[in-house]
């Protein structure tokens, strides 16, 4: 069966879930946001032509909400294109063990830490190994397939890199065998393990462990073998759609929802090791406890940027990069507007009124309520 805004009828029918004081601001703030978007609570924009009038309601901007998520995903892209050499690049997923993912699930402030750290490795082994500067891009993810809880990062990294004593773009793959494979992985192990033994001993990680257990359980962890992927892509095109399928969308889509009832919430989901899709049934309580998870703190940014990109060296580097490219940088596009992306998406121009005459922007409604909770 298809639903129409099935997150959206979740959190609907189990607000007493989530809509209390004890749950993380973040998560009301967000979810209450999502069930206004579209609404008139937000304010709206008036179109009018000179025999009809139209009221547009304002969205939500919420990053939980699939198509707020949608559109500034579609906008970020049109925004990389014109700001990235068009060069080959490399995705690299650094993952680490399920006994780890408790800590960060209880210590949520370590995660903000997580895209410098491995934007750190990255950055490391491309100046060790061919004494280059990157262009590092982070996005940080917090949830597996099955909605748990998985911390993880997948990092896009250009296929060589700018070698400034020289000033030339040396263009080679970073990552390029099993051998160079295991030693990033090394390295991305001990630089968590490093960074979780000095949260430990100042006193900062809490855990149901005492110190001394949780100390050797860093200890077991770091004698392991950890999963890194690494992908390539030819074009700057093939990497931002890549990139597009892990920006601002929410830890489930919308397609995926087979039955939503006052006791059940039944979705499925692609199980990579038998290859095949498999039903995940919750009650909506524990569903919405399980998306709860994956809403991001406030001030946290859904996409981090290091090396070449950084924005303390990005203005200084990128006029030299793409010079030595010899490629011409295009000037930032201009935002997409909600009737642009409703023409091209869904049919006709939804300025244009039932006798063909062209609305225009009349004034702007008031914002009625803007939920916000602070901690």
């Known amino acids: 069966m298809r639903y129409k805004d099935p997150l959206r009828q979740i959190l609907t029918s189990g607000r007493s879930t989530w809509d209390r004081p004890e749950t993380r601001p973040a998560v009301r703030t967000n979810f209450a946001q999502m069930l206004l978007c579209g609404t008139f609570a937000l304010g709206a924009e008036v179109f009018a ?10 969205t939500c901007k919420s990053r939980s909400c699939p198509a ?8 970020w892209r049109r925004e990389q294109w014109c700001a990235l050499p068009n060069v080959p690049y490399e995705g690299v997923v650094l993952t680490m063990p399920d006994v780890l ?36 891009m982070v996005v940080p993810h917090t ?9 993880h990062l997948h990092i896009l990294v250009s296929f060589g890199g700018l070698r400034g004593r020289e000033a030339r773009w ?33 006193g900062l990680l809490e855990s149901c462990l005492s110190p001394r257990k949780l100390g050797s359980r860093l200890k077991e962890q770091y004698e392991r073998r950890w999963n890194i992927h690494i992908d390539h892509f030819a074009s700057k095109e093939h990497f931002l759609r890549y990139a597009g399928r892990y920006v601002r969308h929410p830890p489930i889509a919308q397609h995926r929802f087979k039955e939503i009832t006052n006791q ?11 290859n095949r899709r498999i039903d995940l049934s919750f009650s909506p309580q524990q569903f919405i406890g399980l998306l709860a998870e994956h809403v991001p703190d406030r001030y946290r940014h859904a996409i981090r940027y290091f090396g070449l990109l950084a924005p303390s060296s990005k203005a200084r580097t990128s006029a030299a990069v793409f010079s030595l490219l010899k490629q011409s940088r295009r000037p930032p596009p201009r935002r997409l507007t909600w009737a642009f992306l409703r023409q091209k998406y869904f049919g006709p121009d939804p300025l244009i009124d ?21 901690p």
């Open 264 to 274: 059940t919430v039944r979705f499925w989901i692609k199980d990579k090791r038998q």
């Open 101 to 136: 993912w408790p800590i960060f699930q209880q210590n949520r402030h370590l995660l903000h830490d997580l895209p410098r750290l491995g934007a750190a490795v990255i950055q490391h082994w491309a100046k060790l190994k061919f004494g280059v500067r990157v262009l590092i």
């Open 170 to 202: 040396i263009s080679v793959a970073l990552f390029r065998g099993v051998t160079e494979k295991a030693k990033l992985m090394r390295m991305w192990r001990f630089a968590v393990i490093t960074y979780l033994r000095a949260v430990l001993k100042a």
């Open 354 to 374: 039932s006798n063909g005459q062209r609305m225009t922007w009349v004034k702007r409604l008031p914002i009625v309520d803007a939920p916000t909770f602070s």
């Open 49 to 58: 032509s000179q025999t009809e009038e139209k009221i547009v309601p304002h």
């Open 68 to 75: 707020c998520g949608q559109r500034a995903m579609i906008q």
């Open 143 to 151: 949830f597996g397939g099955r909605l748990n809880f998985n911390p």
